[in-house]
């Protein structure tokens, strides 16, 4: 399955597993059932009246509902990105090369199949991926053709660059990119904890790309580990998949600024405006995706800030909610005045969580990085992308492996403790030696 620009959450209706009895089915399909068999639904317990508690101005489920909702939660919930589960990174190849037999695209000759998405199918040919267009009705927020126009428009850094546009022989769009061997999400599913210089590396490039991608208006909507092509494991990173975003001129007939469309965005990375149905959000949405990415980048081993599913799977949406509420806090009128306006807002609905310190939840991550995820995922506030840019630079590398100048000035700090040491040592030996010789004298 993709793991590049087209994975999102309908992907998982693709992967589906053999009960050996000739049926094929989701193999999320029996928790799903579950879960909607349970008695903690939180539809349920609204409508049970009498399973409430009021508590001032915040409705705070009664205790046993709430370990039951939680129990499903934890069920439901996994540790890795749940719409990339039954991917493989469509740019990340060597394990996925197919039969032989290859087939022509246009005048691309021994095409490869990797993977299929909601509108498109990948195939790689030598050193490029094409991406064909196999769906084309009702398919808001994917839109390919305004992705090609998008990405045609872009002259600016750590954007994958889209080689050319063409109809196959069956008049069917396609895409072309270069191949890229690496993802983010290949790099961060190996489990090994990335250096700092790594990891800076790839958020200068993903923070520079957004700063020109937000300058121009336009919002991306899907940030991820998958939509981040690497060129090698230390990088360039370069930013894809295009296929949902939000553009202020060629969007604004399908969706004015002011009524965008908020099923967007993949799992523990979409952002908490989305899912309480402000339909004007902007590019602060890109920025949490990002934060909540380069938290997971900073952990050691990497794993998502937050639980989630699928956008679309049942319960996902109502999971990642109390994630973000366990981790930062439920929020209060306080801590986000904007979403006083929201179509469903926050508050009085959900029970209130303390946020938990950034030195809790990522004890493993150095200071200067905690302070930015900290600036990044927060319901109000949020840093830009020129700000988190900035931020990187002036919070130099605290690994000395990371950081040559850095290493150069611990080795010298190194050699003139080592010879105040040597100093102080023959200082003591002549206090010493005099010390012996005037008992010698007096004696």
Partial sequence: ??????????????????????????????????????????????????????????????????????????????????????????????????????????????????????????????????????????IEP???????????????????????????????????????????????????????????????????????????????????????????????????DFGTAWHPLLSANTEPADNKILDVGTGPYRAPEALFGNKSYGTALDMWGAGAMFAEACRNPPKPLFESRGAHEDGNQLGLILSIFKTIGTPTLETWPEAATFKTPPFEMYQVFEGKPWEFVLPDVQPDFRGLVAKLVTYSGRATADEALLYLNEHPSHDTRDNPQLRWGNFMHGIQELATKSKDLEENQVDNSQSQDATVQGV
């Avoid at 129990?71 to 039969?99: K, M, V």
């Fill in 142 to 240: 994917h839109n390919p053709r305004r992705e090609a126009t998008i990405l045609t428009t872009f002259d600016g850094p750590a954007i994958i660059q889209l080689l050319e546009t063409f109809r196959d022989q069956e008049q069917r769009l396609v895409l072309v990119f270069p191949y890229m061997p690496l993802t983010l999400a290949s790099v961060l599913d190996r489990g090994e904890a990335l250096s700092e210089a790594r990891v800076r590396s790839y958020f200068n490039d993903i923070f520079a790309a957004l700063k020109y991608i937000h300058g121009h208006g336009i919002i991306h909507r899907d940030i991820k580990p998958s939509a981040v092509l690497l060129e090698s494991s230390d990088g360039p990173a370069y930013l894809s």
């Fill in 1 to 138: 399955m993709s793991r590049g620009l087209i994975t999102n959450e309908n992907e998982s209706q693709h992967c589906q597993a053999d009960l050996g009895n000739g049926f094929h089915v989701s193999p999320f399909q029996l928790e799903i059932q579950a879960y909607n068999d349970s008695v903690s639904r939180v539809s349920r317990c609204f409508r049970a009246e009498s399973r409430i508690v009021e508590h001032s101005l915040t409705f705070v489920l009664v205790p046993s509902i709430k370990e039951e909702y939680d129990a499903a939660i934890h069920t439901l919930a996994r540790p890795s990105r749940p719409s990339e589960t039954c991917a493989s990174q469509w740019f990340d190849l060597s394990t996925n090369e197919g039969d032989d037999s290859g087939i022509r695209i246009g005048s691309y000759q021994d095409c490869h199949y990797v993977a299929s998405g909601v509108t498109a199918e990948v195939y790689r040919c030598e050193a490029r991926a094409l991406k064909v267009i196999t769906e084309t009705h009702a």
